[in-house]
């Protein structure tokens, strides 16, 4: 998938991923896609809730060898 920014969380527990990928968001612009990887499982979780909270689209997430990947869509 195409994406604008990415972000590397990887090692960060919550609520960490959760608030570098807020900031990096408030940092683009509306329908730019960021990239974020991160290592903590609670993320699967945390950022579908997000996602939900904030208006953002979260268009995937996939797990691979321990890592997760999500791809946001700003709002």
Not at 6 to 26: F, Q, T, V, W, Y
Not at 41 to 68: C, H, I, M, R, W
Request: with cysteine; net charge positive.
């Amino acid at each position: 998938m195409n994406f604008d920014k990415e972000l590397d969380a990887r090692g960060l527990n919550c609520p960490l991923p959760i608030l570098r990928c807020k900031k990096s968001l408030n940092e683009m612009t509306s329908g730019l896609i960021l990239k974020v990887i991160s290592t903590d499982p609670g993320s699967v979780k945390d950022f579908a809730a997000f996602a939900k909270q904030t208006g953002n689209e979260l268009l995937s997430s996939s797990e691979a060898g321990g890592e997760y990947t999500f791809f946001l869509k700003k709002k």
